[in-house]
């Protein structure tokens, strides 16, 4: 029974109860309250019957009227429990109505279409894009919606994350670094490391022309902390492009070079009798990547020796790699990543952003429906850009000697706490 009708029902029979009483006790001066307040009862009971008729009839206009805003908060096309919320939008629904509430009054405006849609219904749409990958006419149907409003909607969605909440992600300052350094020291003795970066690559399909283009996977490049959050994220690169050439050619790379990040005064460190600066720095995660005084990557199996210091660094290396995988899974979780993306690669990107900044989100609100559970099968999946994400590697010049001795001397130091 709804709660309207209930509650109508309710006052009804209570104000018949006192009218009962009013009725069956004598009028004596025992009785007083009642004679003297009869006045105020009667008029209770009359109202009582007023606001149950306006209830029950209010209840009667609201079945009349059909619904026309498809809210999936409201509607019977998503069940509101747990395990639906997560299947459909890949997070709780209270991070849903949290983030609802926070994007309304962004979402909620003028429209080149008389949309006609609250902000829920909005930021319902848009998720189901980005959370099952299924293609507009299919969302249309399932929302009710002509195929314009849904792709209004997911470009709303994606321009107002990418714009307005980007700050979601954001490079640590030095104060904030020192707390990631502790945590992968804590998780790995390795210390002084800022995060890890990670290449990941995403198979887009332009849209059919003439002549026909050929799919063509994009690049993402991510910095990522110990706990899996996206402390940078960079995407648009050409796919092909080995890891060192996409990193070489990014705004974090002249950043780190020209001083501006990672710029925190270095750790003193003893090496063979000789004092070394270690300065912060990024694990590579992943193959291609150049060894550089703020990029460490493992040794060569031929160099780590069982039971060596370039054994045990290269088996810290492999454990702090881990968040980032794991976070670019995560990522491939969302169904509109997962596969070839069929849109032109700036909207391909805008996904990328979007879901990035998503994953950040949620991870603030301690919402992990979105966090891949396992890794090995995002691996399988990247195998197949391997090739090429290692080429030019063999004939990098850039390592230098102040890399090689910090790698050593870091090596020495894990050796040493483990």
Request: hydrophobic residues 40%.
């Amino acid at each position: 029974m709804e709660p309207r009708k209930f509650a109508a029902i309710l006052s009804s029979l209570i104000s018949q109860l006192i009218l009962l009483l009013l009725l069956i006790l004598p009028s004596n001066s025992n009785h007083s309250f009642f004679n003297s307040n009869s006045t105020l009862i009667v008029h209770h009971v009359l109202l009582s019957h007023q606001i149950a008729a306006s209830l029950s009839s209010s209840t009667r206009r609201n079945k009349k009227r059909p619904r026309t805003d498809p809210d999936p908060v409201r509607t019977g096309l998503f069940i509101r429990s747990p395990d639906s919320f997560v299947l459909c939008f890949k997070m709780k629904s209270s991070t849903f109505e949290w983030l609802a509430g926070l994007l309304e009054p962004l979402l909620d405006c003028r429209d080149p279409l008389p949309l006609n849609l609250t902000a829920g219904s909005r930021l319902g749409i848009g998720l189901f894009r980005l959370a099952k990958g299924l293609d507009y006419p299919e969302i249309s149907t399932r929302f009710g919606v002509p195929v314009s409003v849904a792709k209004f909607c997911v470009k709303q969605l994606c321009r107002v994350l990418c714009t307005d909440f980007r700050f979601w992600i954001s490079f640590p300052n030095p104060n904030e670094l020192g707390s990631v350094s502790q945590e992968f020291e804590g998780l790995t003795g390795l210390p002084h490391c800022c995060g890890v970066l990670h290449c990941t690559r995403f198979e887009v399909v332009s849209p059919p022309r003439d002549p026909p283009s050929p799919p063509s996977p994009v690049a993402a490049q991510l910095v990522v902390d110990s706990s899996c959050r996206i402390l940078s994220v960079a995407a648009g690169f050409f796919g092909r492009k080995s890891n060192s050439r996409i990193v070489k050619s990014s705004s974090l790379f002249q950043d780190i070079e020209e001083g501006t990040l990672l710029n925190s005064p270095p750790v003193k460190a003893m090496n063979n009798g000789v004092e070394v600066d270690v300065k912060q720095y990024l694990v590579g995660g992943g193959e291609g990547y150049p060894l550089l005084p703020w990029l460490m990557v493992p040794f060569a199996a031929e160099e780590a020796a069982t039971s060596s210091n370039e054994e045990s660094f290269n088996v810290a290396i492999d454990v702090t790699k881990i968040p980032a995988i794991r976070t670019a899974a995560s990522l491939r979780n969302w169904g509109v990543l997962d596969g070839p993306v069929l849109e032109e690669v700036k909207v391909a990107v805008a996904y990328i952003g979007a879901c990035s900044i998503l994953h950040n989100g949620l991870l603030m609100r301690e919402d992990f429906s979105a966090l891949a559970g396992e890794i090995e099968g995002y691996q399988l999946q990247q195998q197949r850009y391997r090739e090429f994400c290692r080429l030019d590697l063999e004939n990098d010049d850039s390592i230098t000697e102040k890399a090689l001795v910090i790698r050593s001397t870091l090596a020495t130091m894990v050796k040493k706490n483990s």
